[in-house]
């Protein structure tokens, strides 16, 4: 059990598309970054999707145009719509919910492979 919980990992074929989810027990303000991370076998974590205080949504280069994340404060969820798939996105996904000073939370993470 842990305060951040992602769900909606899978397998799906190249060109597919997932749709991931991030239950938070924590609330979720105005003020909260909320971010979408991910980490390929032999390298090292990277930011996929985020929110930023200001909810400006920032993506890495290699997902623009492909993912979009959301969320839903009232119900602290955070959403990672992935879309046209490639081999290059299999990695385990994590949820990032970072406050102003009180605390940095970090979801156990959910496997997504893109097979051939």
């Known amino acids: 059990q842990g305060q951040v919980v992602e769900s909606g990992g899978g397998l799906v074929q190249p060109g597919g598309s997932l749709r991931l989810s991030c239950a938070a027990s924590v609330r979720i303000f105005s003020s909260t970054v909320t971010a979408w991370y991910r980490q390929a076998p032999g390298k090292q974590r990277e930011l996929v999707a985020r929110?930023?205080?200001?909810?400006?949504?920032n993506y890495a280069d290699s997902v623009q145009g492909r993912f979009s994340i959301s969320r839903d404060n009232a119900n602290s969820m955070v959403y990672l719509q992935m879309d046209s798939l490639k081999p290059e996105d299999t990695a385990v996904y994590y949820c990032n919910l970072k406050k102003g000073s009180s605390g940095d939370y970090w979801g156990q993470g959910t496997q997504v492979t893109v097979s051939s």
């Open positions: 929110i930023t205080s200001g909810g400006h949504k």
